[in-house]
Every structure is written in C-alpha cells, then in structure tokens.
C-alpha cells in the first residue's frame, strides 16, 4: 500500500504552480495584490467610519475650518495626509467619505474631481442632475448608491457596496451593480473585476479581469 509522505501535498502544489504560464502566474500575484490592498483599505474604512459614526458633529465643523482657507470660488479643495480621514459634506446630496492621502476637489454640488486617492461616496438620486466624479481615466456617474472611487497613476477602480453606478469615458462605458467593480485606464474602455477568493494551482488559471 502507498503511503504519502510529509511533504507530498506540498510538492504537488508547486510544480502545479509552476505548470502555469507566466503571464498567468503573473495575472494571479496582480490580483492578489490588489486583494490585499481591498483588505487593507477596508480595514482602514472600518475603523474611520466607527470614529466617523461618534465623532460626526465635531468632524463636520473642523471639516468647514480647514476648508475655509483653501477656496477658490465655488471650488472646495480638500488634501489629507497619511492617517487623516475627513468627510466632506456633498449638501442635500450626500456626503463623501475621505480617505488618506487624498486630494479631491468639490466643483459644484454635483461634481467631485478625484485627483489621486479614495473616497466612499453615499448619494442620493436627484431628477435631472446626476452626481459625477471625475478622475483622469473616466467619469462615475451615480444612480443614487454608496460606492467607492480609487485613483492613481495606474488609472480608476470603481466598487459598488449599494445601488448603480455608470462608468464611462470615451472608450466605452459599463454599468456597475452591487458587488461589481470595473477597473478603468487611461486610453482604455472599462472592464469588469472579478473578486479573486481563491487561487487554483492544480489547472488552467481563469480569467480574473474581462471586458
């Protein structure tokens, strides 16, 4: 009778990886990244909105300090830095949830320019006057939701926790439900993200990103 030995389970598991074709082992460690950046930056959610959630009064009327100085017209420009989260009140249309290392600029009621960074936005449906955000890879247009917006040099990435979102730019435009996500770069139509929750080793890796 075979026995297996310590180990085995292991070995078979990496040659299984290594049978994989590099740019699919490539795919994989860019998606478990970014599945590691997801959880972290929940993480950091988690605990700004608990703070956000008792604090909310007092936050709002430091918020309106900070902001005051750094006007310019109808614009509010709002920059944190590492550890720093704000909210930034959107008036009857919501508010916007930001997070570190942020720069975004509230041009109208119903325009949020995301510079780099993120922010969880909770809007409201407003006949005839969509809420947008603008990043340098694409325009949100929100449908009355709670949604998340990331940008960085690498372009857009856009989750939906509530609700509907339109992702568009030139290239093509896709419409987001809740759970979805599409990640957008700059010169490129938006595609679909698919969640990664586990990584096969012993077969063909699936495609994890499609248009």
């Given at each position: 009778?075979?026995?297996e030995?310590?180990?085995?389970?292991?070995?078979?598991?990496?040659?299984?990886?290594?049978?994989?074709?590099?740019?699919?082992?490539?795919?994989?460690?860019?998606?478990?990244?970014?599945?590691?950046?997801?959880?972290?930056?929940?993480?950091?959610?988690?605990?700004?909105?608990?703070?956000?959630?008792?604090?909310?009064?007092?936050?709002?009327?430091?918020?309106?300090?900070r902001?005051?100085?750094?006007?310019?017209?109808?614009?509010?420009?709002?920059?944190?830095?590492?550890?720093?989260?704000?909210?930034?009140?959107?008036?009857?249309?919501?508010?916007?949830?930001?997070?570190?290392?942020?720069?975004?600029?509230?041009?109208?009621p119903?325009?949020?320019?995301?510079n780099?960074?993120?922010?969880?936005?909770?809007?409201?449906?407003?006949?005839?006057?969509?809420?947008?955000?603008?990043?340098?890879?694409?325009?949100?247009?929100?449908?009355?939701?709670?949604?998340?917006?990331?940008?960085?040099?690498?372009g857009t990435?856009?989750?939906?926790?509530?609700?509907?979102?339109?992702?568009r730019?030139?290239?093509?435009?896709?419409r987001?439900?809740?759970?979805?996500?599409?990640?957008?770069?700059?010169?490129?139509?938006?595609?679909?993200?698919?969640?990664?929750?586990?990584v096969?080793?012993?077969?063909?890796?699936?495609?994890?990103?499609?248009?």
């Open positions: 009778m075979d026995t030995r310590p180990g085995d389970g292991d070995e078979r598991l990496r040659l299984g990886a290594l049978a994989l074709r590099q740019p699919q082992r490539n795919a994989i460690g860019d998606r478990l990244e970014a599945a590691a950046r997801t959880r972290q930056l929940r993480r950091r959610w988690s605990r700004a909105l608990v703070g956000a959630a008792v604090l909310a009064s007092a936050a709002a009327a430091v918020l309106l300090v902001l005051g100085s750094d006007r310019a017209g109808s614009v509010t420009h709002l920059r944190t830095t590492a550890g720093d989260f704000q909210l930034l009140p959107l008036g009857e249309r919501g508010v916007a949830f930001v997070s570190e290392e942020t720069d975004v600029e509230l041009q109208s119903a325009v949020l320019r995301l780099r960074g993120s922010v969880r936005l909770v809007v409201r449906r407003h006949q005839g006057q969509p809420f947008v955000v603008i990043t340098r890879a694409a325009e949100v247009e929100v449908l009355g939701t709670e949604f998340d917006v990331t940008a960085s040099e690498r990435e856009v989750r939906v926790v509530r609700g509907e979102v339109e992702v730019n030139p290239q093509g435009r896709r987001l439900w809740p759970r979805e996500a599409a990640r957008v770069r700059a010169g490129e139509a938006p595609r679909m993200v698919v969640p990664v929750s586990s096969v080793v012993d077969g063909p890796a699936e495609i994890l990103e499609r248009r």
